[in-house]
Structure formats: C-alpha cells, structure tokens
C-alpha cells in the first residue's frame, strides 16, 4: 500500500507499507477491527535515506575540516624554519 507523511518541517513524503488488520466477532455476530499494524522497510525508506544524507554530509564536512587543521599543523612542523 503506498501510505504519505507530512514532517514536521512540511515536507510531504510518500513511502510504501504493509498492513494488517486483527478482526473479531462480537456477540451480535459483527466482525469488528480488534488490532491494526502497519509497518514499512526498516532499512530502506524515505525517512533512514535522509538521515543517511544528513550524516554522510556532516562527516564529510568534519573529515575536510580535520584533514585541513592536520595538513596546516603538519606543514608547519615539517616546513623551512624561519631564523
């Protein structure tokens, strides 16, 4: 079934899941809904993806950083001294 979300922020996303329903009859013979469970991919959906982005782009932003402070730091340890 494909099933949509609007976030917090208002972005409207759209993912699929699967669903389903418990029903039990009551005394009056009518089948009523007792339970209902939907559940998605864990591990492949719109909402892990963004994490994913957001997280490779931060550590690939502290990476350049870390790598830019350690190439400053080293070629002044290694470079020509100044008299």
Same mark, same amino acid.
């Given at each position: 079934?494909? %099933?949509?979300?609007?976030? /917090? &922020?208002?972005? =409207?996303? %759209?993912? &699929?899941?699967?669903?389903?329903?418990?029903?039990?009859?009551? %005394?009056?013979?009518?089948?009523?809904?007792? $339970?209902? =469970?939907?559940?998605?991919? *864990?591990? %492949?959906? *719109?909402?892990?993806?963004?994490? $994913?982005?957001?997280?490779? /782009?931060?550590?690939?932003?502290?990476?350049?950083?870390?790598?830019?402070?350690?190439?400053?730091?080293?070629? $002044?340890?290694?470079?020509?001294?100044?008299?």
């Amino acid at each position: 079934m494909e %099933d949509w979300a609007v976030t /917090s &922020s208002g972005t =409207h996303v %759209d993912f &699929s899941t699967k669903w389903t329903a418990v029903c039990r009859k009551n %005394d009056a013979g009518e089948w009523k809904i007792w $339970r209902i =469970h939907g559940s998605m991919n *864990p591990f %492949d959906n *719109p909402f892990t993806s963004a994490g $994913r982005t957001m997280t490779i /782009s931060i550590t690939a932003v502290v990476a350049g950083l870390v790598g830019l402070i350690i190439g400053i730091v080293g070629a $002044r340890l290694v470079g020509p001294k100044s008299s």
